[in-house]
């Protein structure tokens, strides 16, 4: 099973700035996912990475807004550009891999709480 | 595409009763249905997943059922502990799509 390091974990920010979020996996994936999980509310996919090509944004999220880099099969970046109060959220990297009974399953990171002021 | 509903929102039990959270799903295609619990400030964690060539999955206290002609599965948590006191999350999709999760559930189990 895969073991997803993220960071920051969490990270206070000044509005008009921009975040980079870090996501390292401990396996080669093919696909790498980006969620938000706003206050209390469910997981939302911003958008999924592929090492090699761009980037695939679910509807309302765009690139400008989260670019996403994915250099390699471990690695991936989220960057949440000119922030606003709105964005501020949990953001959750993912990925999937076996699991404990050999199928595949869907892995998180410990996420990253950001708080824009 | 898929839309995922999840009832309830919140859920209250004394500790040792059971608990059955909802979801249903609006893809008849949609073949694998995971349960996520994610605990305050932690990340969601997969619980219990079903596959749409089985009915019924359960491991020790927690079971799922899925009913697909109807669209919808449910979990079942047997024996409520403290410990069970999280935010439960569902989810479906079918191969090769994405994963759509419901709005979750607050379960408080009370000793």
């Known amino acids: 099973s895969a073991v997803i390091s993220q960071k920051p974990s969490r990270d206070i920010c000044q509005r008009g700035t921009s975040l980079t979020i870090q996501c390292q996996v401990d396996?080669?994936?093919?696909?790498m996912f980006w969620y938000r999980q706003q206050p209390g509310q469910s997981l939302t996919l911003i958008a999924t990475?592929?090492?090699?090509?761009?980037?695939?944004?679910e509807s309302g999220f765009v690139i400008d807004k989260f670019p996403i880099s994915r250099p390699n099969l471990t690695f991936s970046t989220l960057t949440v550009s000119n922030m606003s109060p709105e964005d501020s959220s949990i953001y959750l990297c993912?990925?999937?891999?076996?699991?404990?009974?050999?199928?595949?399953?869907?892995?998180f990171g410990q996420g990253t709480r950001l708080t824009v002021v | 595409g898929e839309n995922v509903e999840q009832h309830p929102s919140t859920l209250s039990v004394q500790e040792g009763d059971s608990a059955v959270i909802k979801c249903t799903y609006s893809?008849?295609?949609?073949?694998?249905f995971p349960w996520y619990k994610q605990e305050l400030g932690k990340r969601p964690q997969l619980i219990i997943d079903?596959?749409?060539?089985?009915g019924e999955k359960k491991d020790q206290r927690i079971a799922v059922t899925l009913n697909k002609t109807a669209k919808h599965f449910s979990l079942h948590i047997t024996e409520t502990q403290p410990e069970d006191s999280a935010v439960y999350f569902c989810?479906?999709?079918?191969?090769?799509?994405?994963?759509?999760f419901g709005a979750g559930t607050i379960l408080r189990v009370k000793s």
């Open positions: 993912s990925v999937e891999d076996r699991g404990r009974d050999m199928n595949t399953e869907a892995f």
């Open positions: 396996s080669q994936v093919t696909m």
């Open positions: 990475a592929n090492q090699g090509s761009e980037a695939t944004y």
């Open positions: 893809d008849s295609a949609s073949n694998y």
């Open positions: 079903i596959r749409s060539n089985v």
């Open positions: 989810a479906a999709r079918k191969y090769g799509n994405k994963l759509v």
